[in-house]
Every structure is written in C-alpha cells, then in structure tokens.
C-alpha cells in the first residue's frame, strides 16, 4: 500500500468541498451567510438524533431506520459543519491537515 500522508486525505477533502459548493450551485441552494446560532442549533439537533441511534441499536433495540437514521444525522452534522466554517470563511483545508498531523502524532501506533 502507498504511504497517505495527511496532505493526501485534506487535498482529498479540498476536493469534495470543491464538488460540493458546485452541488449547491447547480440546485440553488443559498449561497448567503447563515446564522450561526441556527447552524449551532441545526448540529445538535443532528448529535441528538445520532445518540438516540446508538443508544437504542446498542440496547439491541434498533430504530426502525437504522443504520440510515444514523448515516443521514451523521452526515447532517458535517453539512453543518461546513456551514459553520464557511460562515466565518474559515480555512477547511488548513484545519484538516492541523487535525490529521495531530492525530498522527498522538495516536499513531506505527512504532509501538
């Protein structure tokens, strides 16, 4: 396998943001600023909905949209997300890499 390094995964990423905004483009989705309160409020609605998925699937008492329940939330929760960061013209790409170097350093059991 060839080594990923963390710029590999955040130009990846670059990339899917890239083809997203050309998604909001294409279906006219608002291109305008957000309130932040309302994003804020829209992804702990998203984290709520993605702990009842788990509580119940982990009582082995699935709901009944499970597991699609769960990826549609989880997948919510990153829209908004990206929201957020747009909103105050954040630099995405910049914080992926930041997260993934640090992720490496910290958890990375190649030499353990």
Not at 77 to 105: F, H, R, T
Request: hydrophobic share 40%; glycine share 4%.
């Amino acid at each position: 396998m060839t080594q990923v390094m963390p710029e590999n995964v955040a130009d990846a990423f670059q990339n899917f943001l890239t083809v997203y905004q050309d998604f909001r483009i294409c279906n006219n989705l608002s291109g305008k600023k957000q309130n932040a309160f309302e994003i804020c409020t829209a992804m702990m609605d998203k984290c709520g909905r993605i702990a009842r998925q788990v509580k119940h699937f982990e009582r082995n008492d699935p709901k009944q949209d499970w597991p699609d329940g769960l990826s549609e939330a989880a997948t919510g929760l990153l829209i908004y997300m990206i929201m957020l960061m747009d909103n105050y013209d954040l630099d995405i790409d910049k914080g992926m890499l930041n997260e993934l170097q640090s992720a490496v350093k910290q958890y990375s059991n190649k030499d353990k």
